[in-house]
């Protein structure tokens, strides 16, 4: 496991146009950059859009970190921003051209295809903002402070936006519930 200092160094060399170092960090960082875009995004035509513009802003901030954390936070930081501003842009051309655009997540940690389609039916309605602390939150575990400074908004409404979150999925997990005991109980006919 590599410590900080040889995160640091590796960052460095990153900076300098070393090509293998490059290479040694784009293969540790991109699933992780992938799976954090694609949860933000929702859109499958989008997210790995939004995960090329993060690897490359990466490899821009490489000489910049600092390891004062470990260099995947460091990473979700400018993914996140990186993801959400070309959320937004991707957003207002669609509004501009008066398209819409589905918005669908994908859930990065379910344990198996069926858990992950019903993870993403609960989340597919949330909009964005509330799915982005959701997902920073409940699934990569950042604190309410590191989430407001990722994201350009106020302690109070990440809070906000969370409990908004928490309160509509827990909604729609009731609805499912009550609709599969329904079928249990009519013997799967409807």
Known sequence: MATERDDIRLAQRVGRGDERAAAAFGRRLTPRVRQ?????????????????????????????????????????RITVRTTLRYAR???????????HEPDELVAPRAPDPVARNEVAQLLADLDPARRTVVVLRHVYEYSIDEIAGMTGVSRNTVKDRLVQGRRTLRQRLRRQEGQQRLRLVSGGEE
């Open 36 to 76: 954090l875009a694609r949860s933000l995004m929702g859109s499958r035509e989008g997210w790995e859009d939004a995960a090329q513009l993060s690897l490359m802003e990466l490899l821009r901030a490489a000489p910049n970190y600092a390891g004062t954390g470990s260099l995947e936070r460091w990473s979700d």
């Open 89 to 99: 842009a991707r957003r207002t051309l669609s509004h501009h051209q008066g398209e």
